[in-house]
């Protein structure tokens, strides 16, 4: 297996750490480009991740991990119980539909450039608020250890990412969140997405426009 990948990336860190947890062996290509013409054969919308299993390609995370959880089922990231793993969904949706996109550096630098510097941060702040509103209220009475229990499931790869952006580039007050913040110390002193979270490069054409303390 191959992974077009950027280690700053949340939708690929999902991916990656699905990718950990089921114990599936891969390459990791990190793409710095999202106009590489090689790439671009891969994934026409340029952005990571892309998976390329096989003669199988998929881009976009929603999409590989459902690959990934129907083709290898080891550490199954959805649990059998409907109520549970529909929450998993929606959770998975509001990350990667509501927030996720409303805070990609692309939209904020365009927000920069268009506004002003100084909109980037309440614009990323502003929708990330809204999105995390809602997964609160919504894991209230399901959450366990991790987000919807005591395992760790398809809504603890979208929220543990979503949260360190948050947290640590977009400097977003959390005080309304408790069970969110606590999900967050949870997810940082768990050794798989520790794995994850450390990994980075520095100064690269992509992320390393907007640094990570300063969006
Ligand atoms: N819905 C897609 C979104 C992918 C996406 O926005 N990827 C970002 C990184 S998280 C990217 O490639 N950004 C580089 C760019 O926009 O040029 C997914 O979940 O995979």
Not at 116 to 131: F, T, V
Request: with cysteine; hydrophobic share 40%.
């Amino acid at each position: 297996m191959k992974l077009y990948s950027h280690p700053l990336s949340s939708c690929s860190r999902r991916v990656r750490l699905a990718l950990l947890l089921k114990g599936l062996e891969y390459e990791c290509i990190n793409i710095t480009s999202s106009t590489d013409p090689e790439f671009l054969k891969v994934n026409p919308m340029g952005y990571v991740p892309a998976l390329v299993d096989g003669s199988t390609i998929v881009s976009d995370s929603y999409a590989i991990l459902l690959y990934l959880e129907e083709k290898y089922p080891q550490h199954a990231l959805l649990p059998q119980d409907l109520k549970r793993k529909t929450l998993n969904y929606q959770v998975a949706s509001i990350v990667s539909s509501s927030i996720q996109p409303l805070q990609n550096l692309v939209l904020v630098n365009y927000i920069g450039e268009l506004v002003s510097p100084d909109e980037k941060l309440p614009w990323a702040q502003y929708h990330i608020r809204n999105g995390f509103v809602a997964v609160e209220k919504l894991l209230v009475n399901y959450a366990g250890k991790y987000a919807t229990g005591d395992e760790i499931c398809l809504a603890d790869l979208y929220l543990a990412f979503q949260l360190d952006n948050a947290i640590n580039r977009f400097k977003v007050d959390m005080a309304e969140f408790p069970l969110l913040l606590k999900l967050n110390k949870t997810y940082t002193e768990t050794p798989s997405f520790q794995q994850i979270l450390t990994e980075t490069i520095k100064d690269d054409p992509v992320f390393g426009i907007i640094k990570r303390q300063e969006a």
